[in-house]
């Protein structure tokens, strides 16, 4: 058995050349992966980003039951207990609302 020079360089480059594509494909999948992320942030990711706009708007839509539901009240300005906006005594301090 003789040593060849030439062969140990082809089996040294072969290696350094498998490890060169496993790192290129792990570099190109992570690439792929912010790309995804990057295009999702900006076109705006479906239902989460429709809910965290929701969350985020200062304005809520409220059905219609909220407001046709609407209690008139008013706070005694005496006992601060929460009445009616008809009542012209207050029932629980007794002082006169008007």
Request: proline share 4%; charged share 20%; net charge positive.
């Amino acid at each position: 058995m003789t040593f060849d020079p030439s062969e140990e360089i082809s089996n040294i480059f072969s290696s350094f050349f498998i490890l060169f594509i496993i790192v290129a494909v792990i570099i190109l999948v992570i690439a792929i992966i912010i790309v995804i992320i990057v295009l999702r942030a900006i076109i705006g990711g479906g239902k989460r980003s429709a809910k965290r706009k929701q969350q985020l708007s200062p304005f809520k839509e409220y059905p219609d039951s909220v407001y046709k539901n609407k209690e008139t009240t008013q706070i005694c300005q005496y006992c601060g207990e929460k009445i009616d906006d008809n009542a012209n005594i207050c029932p629980k301090c007794g002082e006169n609302l008007k």
